[in-house]
């Protein structure tokens, strides 16, 4: 039940961050996976692409930790009792860009739309469209 | 949480001086000097006795016979004595420690932050009382959840609840609605995440839902109405999936509605392959609005339904591997011709069989419903 990560950084116009999770994402490894991504916040993460092509399973617990992962991209603690509900709602029908996921696997990708997950993200078909999509002029 | 925490000191090297340094370990933050002297008594009064932190700042620098006594109030700097250092040394005569002291005071040394000694007793009482909050809590989840279905005429019902060893959020629900006809309602949630906070949401929730089902027109009108007041009343980052269903007992209609849980399985009669049924919105509490479709499905006299949470599919075996869907339509496949409760215990004993010998990591949650064979 183990899950390695791996950060890469793109330098150019605009930063990317890409974090790739290989393993299985569950109940044991969640909050590490939280606060790595405080980690990236903290040092001027502010593109994130999460790279999924590895993880061959993701538990309930992994939609706990993309909800706060995408509170911590918009500069929000995660369960701030002021702010929990504040990313979503400031979503409305448009996913933020903030984190973009990339090359969900098959199980991954079904338990995401299962629960509408795939609403909060724009999911790529892999790291480079994502990373195309990241750093293209607004 | 921190247990067991076994303080000892690490002894160093003999210096030149002749003194004797200890690291401390442990998790105390607070200096008890006299504990720390304590040790020390009896030994030559002309000891002199210095702590510095773990980062080389001095904290206190005294002689044995006379403590500083402001010390005791001092702030740790780094906030922990671990990996501070206590040296004892004979600064009042000049000299270096003769055998006899520097045996006792090697020994004294190893005894010497008995503060940490009894933060360890308090840390192991702290963890004690823990694990029993902790296992009231579970019974109290136990008692929210009556194992009892109620008494359906035509159906055989039959469910199962179980708890992992960390509290979980799984609950379920099946009670007789007040409109007419008195349907059956059907609920299998799951709280994602664990501990005390996914139990607390279970236990507001479930009858959140359960008065959401009994005031609406449909499980969809009922579960978007709990997705208001939860989006609107709380703040976390824990979510709800809900399958929530109203079965029509004359005529075996069931309409469903799911919000981002596992699909129900129906077994038919006619020994066809058991089919999911698809159809689903987002997760409970995570957005404004759910727009969950409702979804119907007709049991037909000896059809089964079964509903049930990720605490199957998820679940791990000590290989690595997970239960998966495959092992719950190859159980299904073994029992389907038995009651609601061989099929519920067939699937319940296979997954346990499976993550042997390790304990369920996840609540385990299973409701099966079957039509009765017309008499």
């Known amino acids: ?138 | 949480m921190r247990t067991g925490t076994r303080p000892s000191t690490r002894r160093l090297p003999l210096r030149d001086d002749g003194a004797r340094t200890a690291v401390m370990t442990g998790a105390s933050a607070e200096l008890d000097l006299d504990a720390v002297v304590a040790p020390f008594r009896g030994l030559d009064p002309g000891l002199c006795l210095s702590i510095e932190s773990a980062d080389g700042t001095p904290i206190v620098s005294t002689s044995l016979a006379a403590p500083d006594a402001d010390a005791v109030t001092r702030e740790i700097p780094g906030g922990a004595l671990s990996g501070g250092r206590i040296r004892v040394w004979g600064a009042a005569s000049g000299a270096g420690i003769g055998p006899a002291v520097a045996e006792s005071l090697a020994a004294a040394l190893a005894a010497a932050p008995v503060t940490d000694l009894a933060i360890a007793a308090q840390q192991a009482a702290d963890a004690r009382r823990l694990e029993e909050e902790l296992a009231h809590g579970r019974r109290l989840q136990r008692s929210f959840v009556s194992l009892i279905p109620p008494a359906v005429p035509g159906y055989d019902i039959a469910a199962h609840y179980e708890a992992a060893r960390e509290v979980g959020g799984d609950f379920f629900d099946l009670f007789r609605l007040r409109k007419r006809g008195r349907p059956l309602s059907v609920v299998v949630a799951d709280v994602t995440g664990k501990g005390i906070a996914a139990a607390l949401l279970m236990a507001f929730v479930r009858p959140l839902l359960h008065a959401a089902i009994d005031h609406t027109t449909g499980p969809a009108r009922a579960l978007e109405r709990t997705n208001k007041i939860l989006v609107e009343e709380r703040r976390s980052s824990l979510f709800i999936t809900a399958l929530a269903g109203e079965l029509d007992l004359p005529t075996g209609h069931l309409s469903l509605a799911n919000a981002g849980h596992e699909p129900p399985l129906i077994v038919r009669a006619d020994r066809s392959p058991p089919t999911w049924l698809e159809g689903a919105g987002p997760l409970v509490g995570g957005f404004a609005r759910l727009d969950v479709p409702e979804i119907s499905v007709h049991l037909e006299p000896g059809d089964l339904a079964l509903l049930y949470t990720d605490g199957i599919t998820d679940a791990r075996a000590p290989s690595g591997e997970r239960f998966d869907e495959w092992r719950l339509l190859e159980s299904l496949e073994a029992s389907r011709g038995g009651t609601a409760r061989d099929v519920i215990t067939a699937l319940a004993d296979t997954v346990c069989a499976f993550q042997e010998p390790a304990a369920p990591a996840d609540d385990i949650t299973i409701v099966a419903i079957r039509r009765l064979p017309s008499a």
């Open chain 1, 1 to 138: 039940m183990s899950m390695e990560t791996t950060v890469e950084q793109i330098d150019g116009a605009v930063p990317v961050t890409i974090l790739a999770l290989d393993g299985e994402l569950d109940a044991s490894n969640f909050r590490e996976l939280i606060d790595t991504v405080k980690g990236l916040y903290d040092e001027g993460t502010r593109q994130l692409i999460i790279d999924l092509a590895g993880l061959r399973f993701m538990a309930s617990s992994g939609l706990v930790a993309l909800h706060s992962i995408v509170q911590i991209m918009h500069g929000e603690e995660p369960l701030d009792p002021e702010g929990g509900w504040q990313a979503l709602h400031s979503l409305g029908g448009e996913p933020q860009t903030e984190v973009r996921l990339a090359g969900p696997q098959p199980a991954v990708d079904r338990v995401l739309k299962r629960t509408g997950l795939d609403r909060m993200f724009v999911v790529h078909a892999d790291r480079y469209t994502a990373i195309d999509a990241a750093t293209a002029p607004a």
